[in-house]
């Protein structure tokens, strides 16, 4: 029999009435089980929560600060046993595996030295008139209270780590919902926070499937601010539920490298490549669809597909750089987008091949705006190669699409790229390297279908804080 893992809630560790058995997607071994939460039990991680808050809230920086510092050294020290859970749980090869959890511990120390330089601000009057001279605003942040944290299965830990640690660090409360394929992952980053000695009902967890529990987690009224990543429909539903609610979604993606006639052609087709398809391009920042000046197109188009050649396709133990995909109806759909394109006259340059949930990595050169694939997220190892002929055809395709979280501009030209980048509509726009997250220090936001509010550890404390205004008038 597998392990049956735990949630941890008020600082001890439950099982539920109901489990759910996670399979490991490459090999369809059972991994173990987690508990699938009951609405009654959800009510009761808030309870403990909202009861956790005062005494939390009070601490210093300094102290608070010390626990999380404490879980960051223990990630740091369980990366390769968290990392071999994960590379099973979601397929994802080994070495990335377990840099997602040393990067975890990174940004977690990071979230608390960066809560340690927190500074409110003291504003003088008499700006509009001279009598309010006289008057002093004291401008506080203060912890905006229980923060729902909900994180994708392509990233079960370190887009947990990366809202866990900023909410704490300002002092509020977390209750962590990990993806169902990613819970077990999860719940030994849950380990981190219990080991660290965090006070009871500060740090809990809750699994079960979003399709079941989500609504009901996200509506609750003890819920303070909703911290999601995710695709954009659940986000969409997200945001409807939470009302006046402050929340963050970080949802979907279509970045488009823009390749310009005077790019260094090795060095873009180099990133254009990692950035597709690197973790079978499974990433909300991964390359997803290029635009490339017709001049330059033949030469790129080779050199891409060289590389391509080159990925290798096997299992998450092995670090393949192309595994299989996290379930067979994500391997289905980009099947289907891939059809599409063949159908409408897109040109493979690479073999299309399926050999169950594993799709072997496809470049598409001569895609048309008519494709599927042209607007569609694959969240799989298929690259759209769509050619144009000047600077404003690339910006109206790149523009037209529904999502806007981050493009690349490939050129020598740094005035024209920011230029460029200047009326891309999007969060974050890369000169000379692909689209990605981070460093994570860096704001990270997505415009249109991706997303609402910014990440990157200062502006995710931020964001789950408040400003609460004092003001003084001295003259009295
Ligand atoms: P997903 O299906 O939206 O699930 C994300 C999380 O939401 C999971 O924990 C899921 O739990 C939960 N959930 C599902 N239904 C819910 C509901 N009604 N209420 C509350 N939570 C609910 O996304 P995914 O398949 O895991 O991740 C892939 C998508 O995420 C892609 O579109 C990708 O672009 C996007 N993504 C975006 C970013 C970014 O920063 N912009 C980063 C990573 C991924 P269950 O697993 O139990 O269903
Ligand atoms: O999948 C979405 C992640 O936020 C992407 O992060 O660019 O570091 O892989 P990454």
Not at 32 to 54: C, F, N, Q, R
Not at 340 to 348: E, N, R, S
Request: with cysteine; aromatic share 6%.
């Amino acid at each position: 029999m597998t392990k049956q893992y735990k949630n941890y809630v008020n600082g001890e560790w439950k099982l539920s009435d109901e489990e759910i058995t996670i399979y490991e997607p490459a090999t369809g071994k059972e991994l173990g089980t987690v508990p699938a939460m009951s609405h009654e039990e959800v009510d009761y991680v808030y309870a403990s929560a909202k009861a956790a808050l005062p005494e939390w809230r009070a601490l210093s920086y300094i102290e608070r600060a010390a626990y999380i510092h404490k879980a960051a050294d223990i990630l740091e020290r369980d990366a390769e046993k968290i990392g071999s859970v994960l590379s099973k749980e979601i397929a994802k090869g080994l070495k990335s595996a377990v840099g997602e959890v040393t990067r975890t511990a990174e940004i977690v120390n990071f979230a608390a030295e960066e809560g340690v330089r927190a500074e409110g601000e003291v504003l003088e009057g008499g700006s509009f008139d001279a009598a309010s001279k006289r008057k002093i605003a004291v401008v506080r942040r203060e912890p905006v209270g229980l923060v729902l944290a909900i994180s994708p299965f392509n990233y079960p830990v370190n887009l947990a780590g990366s809202k866990i640690a900023p909410a704490l660090i300002s002092g509020n409360v977390v209750a962590f919902k990990p993806p169902t394929q990613g819970s077990i992952s999860g719940l030994l980053l849950a380990e981190a926070f219990a080991e660290a000695g965090l006070p009871a009902g500060v740090f809990n967890t809750i699994t079960g499937r979003g399709s079941v529990i989500g609504d009901y987690i996200v509506e609750h009224e003890a819920v303070d601010f909703i911290n999601f990543t995710g695709s954009t429909p659940v986000g969409e539903n997200i945001g409807r539920l939470a009302g006046m609610r402050p929340i963050m979604l970080e949802l979907g993606g279509k970045d488009a490298a823009i390749v310009l006639e005077d790019a260094d052609l090795e060095l873009t087709a180099k990133n254009i490549v990692a950035g597709a398809f690197g973790y079978s391009g499974q990433r909300c920042t991964a390359v997803k669809r290029v635009l490339v000046m017709d001049s330059v197109a033949d030469e790129l188009v080779k050199l891409v597909t060289e590389k391509v050649e080159k990925l290798s396709v096997g299992m998450p133990e092995e670090d393949a750089d192309i595994t299989p995909l996290i379930d067979t109806k994500a391997a289905d759909f980009v099947e289907g987008l891939i059809k599409d394109a063949a159908d409408k006259g897109a040109v493979a340059t690479t073999p299309i091949k399926r050999e169950g949930n594993t799709i072997y990595p496809t470049v598409f050169d001569k895609v048309t705006t008519d494709m599927r694939l042209a607007w569609e997220e694959p969240f799989g190892p298929v690259l759209p190669i769509i050619r144009v002929n000047s600077v404003d055809e690339a910006l109206e395709i790149a523009n037209e699409s529904e999502y806007g979280l981050q493009s690349s501009v490939f050129t020598q030209d740094f005035p024209l790229a920011l230029k460029i980048a200047e009326q891309l509509e999007v969060g974050t726009v890369h000169i000379n390297n692909k689209t990605q997250r981070g460093t994570d220090n860096f704001p990270f936001l997505g415009a249109k279908k991706s997303g609402a509010g910014v990440q990157g550890v200062k502006y995710s404390i931020h964001a789950m804080t408040n400003v609460k205004s004092v003001v003084f008038d001295i003259a009295k």
